[in-house]
């Protein structure tokens, strides 16, 4: 399979991790033209963030919610029916079968597409093996990957570190996002698996998600505008 056209502006993708809908029309104001998708999660999503949701793509914006559903399978499908009304591109669901086949049989028929969390980049051998797994992180996302690749999953979360393993095992059928992301000199936080967005489009990446690089920025306008430039020097 021939990879996707994604335009390059769209590979970025900045998480609105703010604590309001103020405060996020705000953070997308600054970013005007710089920024063509935002994701929108947990913090924004519990405060006003779904109808914003809707407005952005409303508004010819790309939506990417990153809900990181779990739960039997009828209640993930039913979620998935929802979600699906908004408008979003992505949706988020753990890497689990169960979820990933009910949630990929509930989007048919809209625009929307499933991602599956692999293992979270905050995790490294350590954190797994404390939650009570055998498996290191990049045996964990590769099983993980080839399960959803069989379920039929629209794309793969991992941390940058398993884009290139990923892309042998899905190829061009599954799109990669990868959080994660730190240009350089810019503070790690709690995230473990980490490259440069340099890096992680030269490694296979389609889309990359960066948060407080951009959000916490003295500049967050310049911060995006420098990461932009650097996938389209990647890219060339
Ligand atoms: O494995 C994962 C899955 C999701 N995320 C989300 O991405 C952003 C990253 O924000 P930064 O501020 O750039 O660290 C955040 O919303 C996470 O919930 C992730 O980091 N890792």
Do not use: C, W
């Not at 999660?41 to 407005?55: E, N, T, V």
């Not at 793509?57 to 998935?80: C, E, M, P, Q, W």
């Amino acid at each position: 399979m021939q990879p996707a056209v994604i335009a390059p502006k769209d590979r970025l993708i900045v998480a609105l991790d703010l604590p309001g809908v103020t405060e996020a029309e705000a953070m997308i104001a600054r970013l005007g033209d710089s920024v063509s998708f935002y994701k929108i999660g947990y913090q924004l999503g519990y405060a006003g963030g779904l109808p914003l949701a809707q407005q952005l793509a409303k508004s010819g914006k790309k939506v990417f919610l990153d809900l990181k559903l779990h739960d039997i399978g009828n209640t993930v499908a039913r979620g998935v029916e929802s979600v699906a009304k908004l408008g979003a591109t992505f949706l988020t669901v753990h890497a689990y079968p169960q979820t990933m086949k009910a949630a990929v049989e509930a989007r048919v028929g809209s625009g929307l597409k499933i991602l599956a969390v692999t293992v979270l980049t905050s995790y490294d051998d350590g954190d797994l093996h404390a939650a009570g797994y055998r498996l290191n992180v990049s045996d964990l996302v590769e099983a993980r990957a080839q399960q959803a690749k069989v379920l039929g999953v629209d794309g793969l979360v991992s941390s940058p570190e398993e884009a290139a393993s990923l892309r042998k095992i899905v190829g061009h059928q599954m799109n990669l996002v990868t959080p994660g992301i730190r240009p350089a000199g810019t503070a790690t936080g709690d995230q473990k698996r980490i490259m440069t967005p340099a890096r992680a489009i030269a490694a296979g990446a389609d889309y990359l998600v960066v948060g407080r690089p951009v959000t916490e920025a003295a500049d967050p306008k310049a911060a995006a505008d420098a990461i932009q430039a650097e996938i389209k020097q990647a890219l060339a």
